[in-house]
Nanobody, 122 residues
Framework: QVQLTESGGGSVQAGDSLRLSCAAS????????MGWFRQAPGKQREFVAV????????RVADSVKGRFTISRDNTANTVYLHMNSLEPEDTAVYYC???????????????WGQGTQVTVSS
């Protein structure tokens, strides 16, 4: 099993940028595809981005396309979510998760971090 720890959240103004990090420990020798999800107050958790373990494929949700990108550094066992042009609608708790295969579906991810809060004010 892999343990995941997110960091980098905070309170920012609309239009600002943030970079979230997700550090993996434990079974890091396994090849995990990694995803980011978010949950806004009163809403269900939703897919944000996913990246294949090799880094060769990545996908982001339509709601963040053109503003968010996902990347990974396997030598550092870390996945990143680069968030630009942040909007108040991006306010949520952001979670990283690990899956055994490339997917955008929450149920396919078996390991989750504790989440990091991102708050965007207008």
């Amino acid at each position: 099993q892999v343990q995941l720890t997110e960091s980098g959240g905070g309170s920012v103004q609309a239009g600002d940028s943030l970079r979230l990090s997700c550090a993996a420990s434990g079974s890091t020798h396994m090849h995990y595809d990694m995803g980011w999800f978010r949950q806004a107050p009163g809403k269900q958790r939703e897919f944000v981005a996913v990246i294949r373990w090799s880094g060769s494929d990545a996908r982001v949700a339509d709601s963040v396309k053109g503003r968010f990108t996902i990347s990974r550094d396997n030598t550092a066992n870390t996945v990143y979510l680069h968030m630009n042009s942040l909007e108040p609608e991006d306010t949520a708790v952001y979670y990283c998760a690990a899956a055994g295969f490339y997917s955008t579906i929450e149920e396919h991810f078996h390991s989750w971090g504790q989440g990091t809060q991102v708050t965007v004010s207008s």
